[in-house]
């Protein structure tokens, strides 16, 4: 009889405090023998006559059950945790089995959770052929469904009720699994040996945490998904033969890759912790061979338990189930309520559409637009992916430099028109009013779920004066910066992988199209880190891949790092008290006088700040508050930097735009005025459009610098030289262009080379260098002696710089024109679109440059810009039933509609 010979080993390692309640249930159900407390917590634990034996935190359960049995004669171990709780009969109805089935050596309890009593938290265990773990019934209400199920292929380790001789001949559990799997393997190989396993229904026990936890305390997901991937590792390479042994396990580490890879994708958390698991198993060679060994010298029948196995299909359906119940998990989670874009919204985008139409319509059907501080992008996209990474540019007759942050953003946007790059840039001008009203729209859903309040920011942001400077100046830098900084808002308030993707890439944006705004969106990212999930930190990560390297070359003149990128222009901002009036340029409206305009401007931000205080302090909505922060810091940046010369264009000083970071501090103005106008009840319905109107009636001058004909930015051709020179510098790619421009006090010099000189060409290094080259002071002279009548050696100079045509940007009387074409050499050609030009005689040999791009800087920005890419692409279903929104935080706004 068991009741004769036994032993009860009670392991108690990190819970204590329980074992009076274990030992208490182990004398309600008179269970005989002697128990034995195995003391692991590294403390003193109260018994009431048990016997204890003290061993390390760190020993294993198997070898803890060693110790405890070493000087017992018992033939049978009952295994037993310190939070476990034996339930009435529960041992009897095992005992019962080993004595009426002598081939039965192992049985296990139906193992219940202590926190909820009725639900099922272990009652046998199985396994797929292809070594998947899994329990027979796991998390189920108990309505005694399992019970007619004994033969199992394993039971879990509380609650194991063993004959000694198995225990012995197998020698416990195998030590390379002492948290995860043990009991099934020492399962598997009893049945291996002859033995049968069985769960009992009618024994019952209750436990607090898993063998996991038993172990190692509070598991992460991380770590039980990498604990079971080890486990299974080593029981696929443990059963089979030694010969296939090398590419089971290359096939174990290879499909857990691509499965978390696959994870990943589906923005799954801990993607590849299976892969680690893995490959640790893998790698654990020697344990390996030793259980192998073992295995192979006690298994009588390799079969036993084959029908036990967990079939394919049924895997497929607990797959599917368990899909099922992750998704309700996170919804039943997702209780935070959004902004919708709903009927209202595409409404005013059709009208903001319309608008912008209306006030763009001249770039409409353009090839390409130039004008300002814009010029033509590539003619084709292979030359616009040529500038990511590149390291030389044609600007000044050609220059080395670190590869450019804003060349490779508008190589990748470019991309997006592949057929016509320039297309991008016409669409982004012509559509502008529409895309920053949808942009403010949706930033606007980080403050608040009220569709009123995120039009009435829309509106404001789709007509504020620093976009419209912005066009009419050709600052696509500052367009690209105003349009992302409302998302990117509403990106970085997000805690989900999607979201963390597209601040990121929103981020970059901001970032490389507008260096000055670095400070801010570091501090918002930090404190988002901070106050809420450290993984926000993920979103400096493609800014700073796209930035590295002008991060280093900027370290002797850090200032010089802030500069506008692009083609240099200069701006004609105010400084001092009138920069407080945010306005980009000297504020003037039709038939008033500037000081009015200033003044009017004036009155406009105060209302603004003061109805954003209201929003804060009285409506108490911090998020408001918390936008003033990156607003006040951008200020800063402005006071600091404003004043300096931080590039030079055509011999002028060149100082920064101001209008991207006026427009941090607009976002949070805006938004708080509306979130405030909208929380009137009784005026909401004409305050809210009468905020637009002014707003547009301050911006009247700048909203209609494109419909009038005042912009600087106008359709162009492709092209950046004459069409003569593009057809021969195709082929005969290498040669230079001489461009002279007369100039109220000189003459104005510059060289292309081949087809001229693109947006993507000029990189920061180009824009901000402090001194000409030598090879620049040969171009002045030689454009100093073209314009005059002299007997200068020509074909000596235009050879020495590689120069095989001669431009000049002026009217055919020009006195410069008899100037050249007095010089031997030339050739006219005749007028064009870009002014006279000129061809030299002889054929010039071109110096070789190297052209090649830093592939280091291509590497990281791709596979930084992968993974972030995968992490933007949304791959669940949305949420499956609507999230009141009496649910949303209070917002001031009132309970209006909110479609």
Not at 516 to 535: F, H, M, N, S
């Amino acid at each position: 009889m068991i009741r004769d010979s036994l032993a009860v080993v009670v392991v108690t390692r990190r819970h204590p405090e329980r074992l009076s309640a274990t030992l208490a249930s182990l004398a309600a159900d008179k269970v005989p023998g002697t128990v034995i407390v195995v003391n692991l917590t590294g403390d003193s634990v109260p018994l009431t006559g048990q016997m204890e034996i003290v061993g390390p935190p760190t020993l294993s359960l198997s070898h803890a059950v060693d110790r405890a049995i070493a000087d017992s004669s018992a033939e049978t171990v009952w295994v037993l945790r310190d939070d476990t709780s034996v339930r009435p009969g529960a041992f009897a109805a095992l005992a019962s089995i080993l004595d009426t089935s002598p081939s039965v050596g192992v049985v296990g309890p139906k193992q219940m959770d202590a926190q909820s009593p009725v639900t099922i938290r272990e009652m046998g265990e199985s396994m797929t052929r292809s070594g998947y773990a899994l329990q027979i019934a796991e998390r189920e209400l108990d309505q005694a469904q399992f019970d007619r199920t004994t033969d199992v292929l394993a039971v879990g380790e509380a609650g194991m009720l063993v004959r000694r001789s198995v225990w012995t001949s197998l020698n416990g559990f195998d030590p390379a699994l002492p948290a995860l799997g043990g009991a099934l393997d020492f399962c598997f190989r009893a049945r291996s040996a002859g033995w049968l396993v069985e769960v009992v229904p009618a024994a019952v026990i209750d436990t607090a945490v898993t063998s996991f936890e038993a172990l190692v305390g509070d598991v992460t997901e991380s770590q039980a998904e990498r604990e079971e991937a080890r486990a299974r590792a080593h029981r696929v390479l443990v059963y089979g033969p030694s010969l296939v042994r090398p590419f089971r396990a290359f096939g174990l580490t290879f499909a857990a890759l691509i499965r978390g890879f696959g994870r990943f994708l589906r923005k799954r958390a801990n993607p590849f912790a299976e892969w680690r698991g893995s490959v640790a198993g893998v790698l654990d060679l020697g344990a390996i061979a030793r259980s192998h060994r073992s295995y192979r010298a006690m298994m009588t029948n390799p079969a036993a338990g084959g029908r036990l196995f967990v079939s394919s299909s049924d895997l497929r359906h607990r797959r599917a189930m368990q899909r099922d119940d992750e998704l309700a998990k996170q919804e039943a989670a997702d209780v935070a309520p959004r902004l919708e874009f709903r009927s209202a919204a595409m409404w005013f985008t059709g009208i903001a559409t319309v608008l912008g139409m209306v006030l763009g319509g001249r770039f409409l059907g353009s090839t390409a637009l130039s004008g300002g501080a814009l010029i033509p992008m590539p003619a084709t996209v292979t030359e616009a992916w040529d500038a990511i990474g590149a390291t030389w540019s044609d600007v000044a007759g050609g220059m080395n430099g670190a590869p450019d942050g804003f060349a490779a953003l508008m190589g990748i946007v470019g991309s997006l028109t592949w057929w016509n790059p320039n297309l991008i840039v016409v669409t982004l001008f012509a559509f502008a009013i529409p895309l920053s009203f949808v942009a403010g729209f949706i930033g606007a859903g980080s403050l608040t779920t009220h569709s009123r309040v995120a039009i009435v920011v829309g509106a404001g942001w789709a007509l504020l004066p620093t976009l419209h400077v912005a066009i009419s100046e050709g600052r696509i830098t500052a367009v690209l910066a105003h349009i992302a900084l409302p998302l990117f808002a509403r990106a970085i308030m997000g805690s989900t992988i999607l979201s963390l993707g597209w601040a990121s890439i929103l981020g970059a944006i901001v970032w490389v199209s507008v260096p000055a705004l670095a400070p801010a969106i570091v501090t918002v990212v930090i404190i988002r880190a901070v106050t809420g999930t450290p993984t926000a930190m993920f979103a400096l990560a493609l800014p700073l891949a796209f930035e590295w390297p002008r991060l280093i070359e900027s370290i002797s003149n850090p200032a010089a790092y802030f500069a506008d990128r692009g083609v240099p222009f200069p701006t004609g901002a105010p400084h001092g008290v009138v920069s407080l009036t945010l306005w980009p340029t000297i504020p003037s409206f039709p038939g008033v006088d500037t000081e009015i305009a200033t003044l009017v401007t004036f009155v406009v931000v105060a209302v603004c700040l003061s109805l954003t205080v209201i929003a804060v302090v009285v409506a108490e909505n911090p998020r408001v508050g918390a936008l003033l922060l990156p607003g006040a810091i951008a200020l800063l940046t402005w006071a600091a930097l404003g004043p300096l010369t931080l590039a030079t264009a055509d011999g002028q000083p060149v100082g920064l735009f101001p209008g991207p970071l006026y427009d941090v501090v607009w976002f949070g103005l805006l938004s708080g005025a509306a979130i405030t106008i909208s929380a009137i009840r009784f005026a909401a319905g004409f305050l809210a459009p009468i905020a637009v109107a002014v707003i547009a009636a301050v911006g009247f001058v700048p909203l209609t610098a494109v419909a009038t004909g005042m912009s600087l930015v106008s359709p162009s051709s492709v092209r950046t030289l004459p069409a003569y020179v593009q057809a021969e510098t195709t082929v005969h790619p290498g040669g230079a262009t001489l461009i002279l421009t007369p100039t109220a006090d000189g003459i104005r010099a510059e060289l292309q080379r081949d087809a001229g000189v693109t947006l993507v060409e000029w990189t920061a290094a180009a824009a901000t260098r402090r001194t000409l080259a030598e090879h620049e002071s040969a171009i002045a002279e030689l454009a100093a002696n073209l314009i005059v009548e002299s007997d200068f050696d020509v074909a000596a100079a235009v050879a020495e710089a590689g120069i095989r045509f001669l431009v000049l940007e002026a009217p055919p009387t020009a006195p410069e024109v008899s100037a050249i074409a007095s010089h031997a050499g030339l050739t006219s050609v005749g007028v064009t679109d870009r002014g006279i030009l000129w061809r030299v005689n002889e054929m010039i040999e071109a110096s070789p440059v190297n052209r090649s791009p830093d592939l280091t800087f291509r590497v990281i920005l791709g596979l930084i810009g992968l993974v972030t890419l995968i992490a933007a692409i949304p791959t669940s279903l949305p949420r499956r039933r609507p999230v009141m929104d009496d649910l949303a935080p209070v917002t001031g706004e009132g309970d209006d509609e909110h479609s």
